[in-house]
């Protein structure tokens, strides 16, 4: 079958380019870039490489941004404070914070702290209940860009089975409220799976689109998918290998190579969801800025 592959490179593209030209208006009417302030705690390489690729992405459509960045004593006093301080700066729209924090840092305080208003990450309780009763909200990146994928490859998801493995609060679980809920995309009938669920496969061949954000490299194979389906990869494994100027390469949760000529539609890995989430970002700063969730 030929299927259509859900470009996620090109996509985040061209949001980019959206809120550039979004930008340039706002500055051109006077207004203030809008500001996004990232917190960084210790010396993880792969946190400071997430942290660096949002400043650069931040840079590149016309944002500003800030960079606090502590060592891994910091106290938690400390960290509350600077969270307090951004919290009541009003030249700063969004703050997020890079996880995962060091052990004597409690990140649920941290989390209550960022005021909802400027939560970009969407990880705010009061911000995961305004998605739970389809408000307007910060909704966290990964989640927000699988969406904003399907919104413009234009894939119908009204009445159909949509399948998520995974119920993570950062992926699987919201990814299931937005495609059950009133709205487009949305309209679903949602089936939400996780290690404890039986029969996966049978539920898996049922669904018309299947999200998958389990966390095991190429889980998904042929054999599990319904011939028609939309499949969305969230999953991102760096896997060695030494045939690569890297020395690795990268694999989804899917077995792309046996699933995607059953598909009529799918995400790869990399070039999939992953730009997405970048991009997600991008999106909440700009919603923040504009003062359009918080009125
Ligand atoms: P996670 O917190 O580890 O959650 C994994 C979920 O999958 C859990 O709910 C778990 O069930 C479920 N699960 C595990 N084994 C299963 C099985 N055999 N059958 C059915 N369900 C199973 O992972 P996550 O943070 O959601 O991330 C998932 C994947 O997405 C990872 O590969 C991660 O690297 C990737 N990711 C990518 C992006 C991106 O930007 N592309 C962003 C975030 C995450 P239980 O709840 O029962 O344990």
Not at 51 to 67: I, Q, R, W, Y
Not at 159 to 187: F, Y
Not at 223 to 251: C, N, Q, T
């Amino acid at each position: 079958m030929a299927y259509t592959l859900i470009d996620g490179n090109k996509t985040a593209k061209e949001i980019k380019l959206e809120i550039a030209d979004k930008v340039a208006s706002i500055i051109a009417d006077g207004g203030k870039r809008p500001h996004l302030a990232a917190m960084l705690v210790g010396e993880d390489g792969a946190s400071r490489t997430y942290v660096n690729a949002k400043v650069k992405d931040c840079e590149e459509v016309g944002f500003t941004s800030t960079l606090v960045r502590f060592g891994a004593d910091v106290t938690e006093e400390e960290l509350l404070a600077k969270v307090e301080e951004i919290n009541n700066d009003p030249a700063i729209d969004g703050l997020i914070v890079q996880l995962p924090l060091p052990n004597h840092i409690d990140v649920v305080k941290v989390t209550n702290r960022i005021r909802p208003e400027k939560d970009v990450d969407g990880f705010h309780p009061v911000n995961v209940g305004r998605l739970a009763l389809n408000w307007p909200t910060y909704i966290s990146a990964t989640p927000n860009g699988v969406m904003e994928l399907l919104a413009r490859y234009q894939i119908e998801t009204a009445g159909k089975h949509c399948v998520v493995i995974g119920r993570s609060h950062i992926v699987g679980s919201p990814m299931s409220i937005l495609m059950a809920r009133n709205g487009q995309p949305g309209n679903a009938t949602v089936t939400l799976t996780h290690s404890r669920t039986q029969n996966l496969k049978d539920i898996t061949r049922m669904a018309d689109i299947l999200i998958v954000a389990l966390g095991k490299p190429e889980f998904v194979t042929a054999d599990m998918v319904k011939e028609g389906a939309v499949v969305i990869d969230v999953g991102i494994h760096r896997i060695d290998d030494a045939s690569k100027k890297s020395g690795f390469r990268l694999l989804g949760d899917v077995k792309f190579d046996e699933v995607a000529p059953k598909t009529t539609a799918i995400t790869p890995v990399p070039g999939g969801v992953g730009p997405m989430t970048r991009a997600a970002l991008l999106m909440n700063t700009l919603l923040a800025a504009e003062k359009k969730v918080y009125k």
